[in-house]
Nanobody, 126 residues
């Protein structure tokens, strides 16, 4: 069941930028963890970044640090992932996930999240 809606995927050349958005009315609010995951063909789902909307803390996988930025937009029910300096290895289907929590801890395990989007394709060509 799809509870979140992603947008912003597309095709870019290496070095380019894309901004993904995840809208989740009723799921993304002032006390939630929202993460972005990605899955490339033939590979396992990989956690990319997380934000705690209550504590405004963020975390990233090492391979995207300094290039990707996760943030909660002014509308508060939207979390974005700004992706700069894209590389061919960033090619994947990107999905957002959310879970209500009052904890500062946001898991990087996809099984911890209860609300998901349908995914959006990001393709980076060399």
């Amino acid at each position: 069941q799809v509870q979140l809606v992603e947008s912003g995927g597309g095709s870019v050349q290496a070095g380019g930028s894309l901004r993904l958005s995840c809208v989740g009315s009723g799921y993304i609010d002032s006390s939630a963890c929202v993460s972005w995951f990605r899955q490339a063909p033939g590979k396992e789902r990989e956690w990319v970044a997380a934000i705690s909307t209550g504590y405004k803390s963020t975390e990233y996988i090492d391979s995207v640090k300094g290039r990707f930025t996760i943030s909660q937009d002014h509308g508060k029910d939207t979390v974005s992932l700004q992706m700069n300096g894209l590389k061919p290895e960033d090619t994947a289907i990107y999905s957002c996930a959310a879970r209500d929590t009052t904890s500062t801890y946001c898991s990087n395990n996809w099984k911890w999240y209860g609300a998901w989007g349908q995914g959006t394709q990001v393709t980076v060509s060399s």
